[in-house]
């Protein structure tokens, strides 16, 4: 299971773009990039899926590079309401259904 | 509509008094989780089940146990709760196929006294 690297922590303001940035340099060929936020006391939920290039839907956009070794997770105008934990998980979903949770990263949006 | 549902939302026992923690999901999943995950930490996997194939970590504690007695319904059962086993406790499924994601329910907050 290709192992994940992020930032502890971020911070930012209310309207600013955030990036967070994972990186996973053992990433195998068949290995699938998905995000999840999670809020105090809540499980985490499904942000965007990804395998290469980008990917956006209407809460975020994924960019993966051609090496695929890192992806970068970008919030459009952030609110106070995205203060969260964002996960950064790389997973083959055809084989082994282990799914491990890294140390995420804790985003707090300031006002 | 809730799809994953634990019950109850909170759980107190008592040290060394058995637990049992409820997950049901209305997703038909084929593929359950159940996590701990203790302050300001990662969800931490305990186990999992592929349809009826029980999956252990090796690092997860005798003191776990889970049933799946149908596809709807997971249990995490603590045989003897101790102090450090108190934290929440999610459950999640996942369709066992390409690109699914997982679906987490609420958690369940467990205090042992």
């Known amino acids: 299971l290709a192992k994940t690297t992020q930032p502890i922590s971020m911070d930012s303001y209310e309207g600013q773009e955030v990036n967070i940035t994972c990186s996973h340099n053992n990433i195998a060929t068949n290995d699938y990039i998905t995000w999840y936020q999670q809020f105090p006391s809540q499980g985490p939920r499904f942000i965007i899926q990804?395998?290469?290039t980008k990917v956006t839907n209407e809460v975020a956009s994924l960019f993966i590079p051609a090496d695929r070794k890192s992806s970068t997770l970008s919030l459009p105008r952030v609110s106070l309401s995205d203060t969260a934990v964002y996960y950064c998980?790389?997973?083959?979903?055809?084989?082994?259904?282990?799914?491990?949770f890294g140390k995420g990263t804790r985003l707090h949006i300031l006002p | 509509d809730a799809m994953v549902i634990q019950n109850p939302r909170y759980q107190v026992t008592q040290f060394g008094k058995p637990v049992t923690l409820s997950c049901s999901q209305t997703?038909?999943?084929?593929?359950m989780y159940w996590y701990q995950q203790k302050s300001s930490q990662a969800p931490k996997l305990l186990f999992h089940y592929y349809d009826k194939d029980f999956n252990n970590e090796a690092d997860t504690p005798d003191n776990f146990q889970s049933r799946r007695p149908n596809t709807s319904f997971c249990f995490l059962d603590i045989r003897s709760p101790g102090l450090g086993d108190a934290a929440m406790y999610l459950c999640?499924?996942?369709?066992?196929?390409?690109?699914?994601?997982?679906?987490f329910g609420s958690g369940t907050q467990l205090s042992v006294l």
């Open positions: 999640a499924t996942r369709q066992g196929d390409a690109n699914e994601k997982l679906f």
């Open positions: 990804g395998y290469k």
């Open positions: 997703l038909n999943h084929n593929v």
């Open positions: 998980l790389v997973d083959y979903p055809l084989g082994n259904d282990k799914i491990i």
